[in-house]
């Protein structure tokens, strides 16, 4: 059964920054690709950043310059690096990976950005 667990958010002030990290168990393959969304308050879930098993990243228009994904594939693993945080970044993030037509989630982690 493969597991998702997210670490490593909290409480920033504006213009910090965080590591996030996601660790995969329990999977006998390598993802397809993994990334990250996040869910404000009474809003849908949107995604924020994605990285294939090949290293090519993308990012949402509105963290792009600011975050930074990472993968280690030996540890499925991967990583957000987020900086220059902002209030508008506040949210849970989740942590997503996907195989062949299988999709797999975190249970989330809390990211709060005081003004």
């Known amino acids: 059964q493969v597991q998702l667990v997210e670490s490593g958010g909290g409480l920033v002030q504006a213009g910090g920054s965080l590591r996030l990290s996601c660790v995969a168990s329990g999977s006998t393959f390598s993802f397809n690709a993994m990334g990250w969304y996040r869910q404000h308050p009474g809003k849908q879930r949107e995604w924020v950043a994605t990285?294939?098993?090949?290293?090519?990243?993308s990012y949402a228009d509105s963290v792009k310059g600011r975050f930074t994904i990472s993968r280690d594939g030996a540890k499925n693993t991967v990583y957000l690096q987020m900086n220059s945080l902002k209030p508008e970044d506040t949210a849970v993030y989740y942590c997503n990976a996907h195989y062949t037509v299988f999709s797999y989630w975190g249970q989330g982690t809390q990211v709060t950005v005081s003004s």
């Open positions: 990285i294939t098993s090949g290293g090519s990243t």
